[in-house]
């Protein structure tokens, strides 16, 4: 564990693995230090970010953090929660080409493992998901989208995502879903969180 | 009710704005220039928080329908009620069917609008800031739009004028190294202090982007996705760096070569496209002492 001041009100807390990043989110969450406002996951590292005028107990927490204990992983993901998919994005075909597979076989893949949210960012909800099989890798769109769907599913280099509200971008999509990631007047306001598990199914 | 007659430019409903939900990749938000609107808050009797009108570069016109105070603070920007000229930095008591005309700010980038009771528009996930880069919280200013004013007020209007700096031209902006400063070499570190950086027209509330000499990497790895806090000094592969303001992503992909000091994101927020600014290290603890003398 290695931590980096980041300006005076906060810590970046290096941990070089995901899963040990979502037990220390986990481990802090539950602690709730004092003058904590943010934890903020990234892929090998989590950011605690201190209310201004207490930045100085980030001081104490910094020296109890290679002591603290952590939950086991299984202890920190939830139940995978199912998205259905209907796979009809406009960039299959070209999935399929890239890949030098049909696009019956891109779906069969995109269904067939069990993701992990890295972590949330590009826009509230946003998931960053691990677990792609690496047969689906392809590049980015070389002319980004000016406007894409909310609900669309893409892929991007080792990525596979679920845009939540309608922005820009340059993954390719190859479906979309009606499951609602981001709302405002939720409690929590996104569907998953960092550490959270899903899947994809071919919506019926 | 305020009724909006025109927008001007770019013209936002803050407060300040959404902490707690970064992990879901929510932006803080909130306003820019907090000293800036902070004191406007202060002047009318508001509660720290009461939402406010942050004013980019040309202002609004608005019709005040019911009678109050408002205060003007933060760039400068010449207003009038009914054509009477409006000091800044002072409450200011206003009739029912008033007009308010803010024209342009002519230093500085951002001015604020404070109204006794605050800007009431719904809360949404505990704040009423316009995210200017997710679709959450009000729309900005459109004409036509009706603001209604809300009850945080708890204190009286401040009817003396608030001694404030003026904006500095060439601003030196107080930073802390790191946390990816080992990402760079020793030079492109001498680099960031010793260069005047222009700040470029593409600047937002996202961030202020900086012109100057290139700043090289050590290597050339691809760093993993982090958090990010306003202030980073985040540097994409052209060389140039980017200032996260308050409207920040929540993480992202590029090194942070040095954060600048909570005491001087005002100045940064103030910064207009053309400034120049520099870049000073100082240490944490420095960074920390510098909050509590900060000024108004």
Request: glycine letters at 14%; aromatic letters at 4%; hydrophobic letters at 40%.
């Given at each position: 564990m290695r931590l980096r001041p980041v300006g005076e009100r906060a810590l970046l807390v290096e941990v070089g693995e995901l899963e040990t990043v979502h037990r220390l989110h986990a481990a802090l969450r539950e602690l709730d230090p004092p003058g904590v406002v943010e934890l903020v996951p990234g892929y090998r590292t989590l950011l605690v970010v201190a209310d201004p005028d207490r930045a100085q107990l980030l001081d104490e927490l910094a020296a109890r953090l290679p002591a603290l204990e952590l939950p086991p992983a299984e202890a920190v993901a939830g139940e995978p929660v199912e998205i259905p998919v209907t796979y009809d994005g406009e960039d299959l075909e070209e999935v399929a080409g890239l890949t030098g597979l049909d696009a019956d076989e891109v779906v069969r893949r995109h269904t067939e493992p069990e993701y992990t949210v890295a972590f949330l960012g590009f826009s509230p909800g946003f998931p960053y998901l691990v677990g792609l099989d690496p047969a689906l890798e392809v590049p980015r769109r070389d002319t980004p989208r000016t406007s894409i769907p909310a609900g669309s599913v893409g892929l991007a280099g080792t990525q596979t995502g679920i845009y939540p509200t309608a922005s820009p971008g340059g993954w390719q999509l190859i479906g979309r879903t009606d499951v609602t990631l981001f709302d405002p007047g939720r409690d929590p306001p996104a569907l998953l969180g960092p550490g959270g598990r899903l899947r994809f199914t071919v919506a019926g | 009710m305020i009724r909006v007659r025109t927008p001007g430019l770019l013209t936002?409903?803050?407060?300040?704005?959404?902490?707690?939900?970064?992990?879901?990749?929510?932006?803080?938000?909130?306003?820019?220039?907090?000293?800036?609107?902070?004191?406007?808050?202060?002047?009318?009797?508001?509660?720290?928080?009461?939402?406010?009108?942050?004013?980019?570069?040309?202002?609004?016109?608005?019709?005040?329908?019911?009678?109050?105070?408002?205060?003007?603070?933060?760039?400068?920007?010449?207003?009038?009620?009914?054509?009477?000229?409006?000091?800044?930095?002072?409450?200011?008591?206003?009739?029912?069917?008033?007009?308010?005309?803010?024209?342009?700010?002519?230093?500085?980038?951002?001015?604020?609008?404070?109204?006794?009771?605050?800007?009431?528009?719904?809360?949404?996930?505990?704040?009423?800031?316009?995210?200017?880069?997710?679709?959450?919280?009000?729309?900005?200013?459109?004409?036509?739009?009706?603001?209604?004013?809300?009850?945080?007020?708890?204190?009286?209007?401040?009817?003396?004028?608030?001694?404030?700096?003026?904006?500095?031209?060439?601003?030196?902006?107080?930073a802390v190294r790191g946390p990816r400063d080992d990402v760079f070499t020793e030079e492109a570190l001498r680099t960031l202090i010793g260069s005047a950086w222009a700040v470029t027209s593409d600047s937002d509330r996202t961030g202020v982007r900086l012109d100057g000499p290139v700043l090289e990497r050590r290597r050339k790895v691809e760093l993993a996705s982090e958090g990010m806090v306003e202030g980073s000094l985040q540097v994409p592969p052209d060389g140039h760096p980017i200032l996260f303001l308050a409207n920040h992503p929540t993480t992202g992909g590029y090194p942070v070569i040095a954060v600048v000091i909570g005491a001087d994101l005002p100045l940064a927020a103030q910064a207009r496209p053309g400034t120049r600014l520099r870049i000073r290290f100082v240490s944490v603890a420095a960074a920390r002492a510098a909050r509590g003398g900060a000024g108004p």
């Open positions: - | 936002t409903v803050q407060d300040l704005g959404r902490p707690g939900l970064a992990h879901l990749g929510v932006p803080t938000a909130g306003a820019a220039d907090r000293r800036a609107f902070g004191l406007a808050n202060r002047l009318v009797g508001n509660q720290d928080g009461a939402a406010a009108l942050e004013i980019t570069l040309a202002g609004p016109e608005l019709e005040l329908e019911a009678g109050g105070w408002l205060a003007l603070t933060g760039g400068r920007v010449a207003a009038d009620l009914d054509g009477r000229p409006l000091p800044m930095d002072v409450a200011v008591r206003f009739e029912p069917g008033q007009v308010l005309r803010v024209g342009s700010v002519s230093s500085g980038l951002r001015a604020y609008l404070a109204v006794r009771g605050g800007i009431d528009v719904p809360e949404v996930l505990g704040s009423r800031s316009t995210d200017t880069l997710a679709p959450v919280g009000p729309p900005r200013l459109e004409e036509g739009a009706r603001l209604p004013v809300g009850d945080r007020a708890d204190g009286d209007p401040f009817r003396q004028v608030a001694p404030t700096r003026p904006v500095d031209p060439e601003p030196v902006l107080r």
